[in-house]
Nanobody, 125 residues
Framework: QVQLVESGGGLVQAGGSLRLSCAAS????????MGWFRQAPGKEREFVAS????????SYEDSVKGRFTISRDNAKNTLYLQMNSLKPEDTAVYYC??????????????????WGQGTQVTVSS
């Protein structure tokens, strides 16, 4: 069983930056594919970015390409999301996710077998 705990959310002005972290515990002997989703009020949870088990392959939602960077440190069992040039439409609760049986980056919620509790990101205009 895997536990995921996010941190790093907060309030930032448009154009600013935030770095989210996700600490994984539990089954961490063998790394697995991980990613980030977000959910704004009244909207469905949507894909943001994901990364393969090795970290060599990534996938991004179109609206965040060039602004967000996903990375991981397998030695620390930690996933990151560097968010630059933030926009008000990036405001949402951001969720860490894991595909504990997967090797490759993913974009579908159906691949997710573990979720974090979420961290709020608010971007003011």
């Amino acid at each position: 069983q895997v536990q995921l705990v996010e941190s790093g959310g907060g309030l930032v002005q448009a154009g600013g930056s935030l770095r989210l972290s996700c600490a994984a515990s539990g089954r961490t002997v063998r790394p697995y594919a991980m990613g980030w989703f977000r959910q704004a009020p009244g909207k469905e949870r949507e894909f943001v970015a994901s990364i393969s088990r090795s970290g060599g392959s990534t996938s991004y939602e179109d609206s965040v390409k060039g602004r967000f960077t996903i990375s991981r440190d397998n030695a620390k069992n930690t996933l990151y999301l560097q968010m630059n040039s933030l926009k008000p439409e990036d405001t949402a609760v951001y969720y860490c996710s894991a595909d504990t049986s997967g090797l490759f980056a993913y974009s579908s919620k159906s691949r997710v077998s573990a979720w974090g509790q979420g961290t709020q990101v608010t971007v003011s205009s």
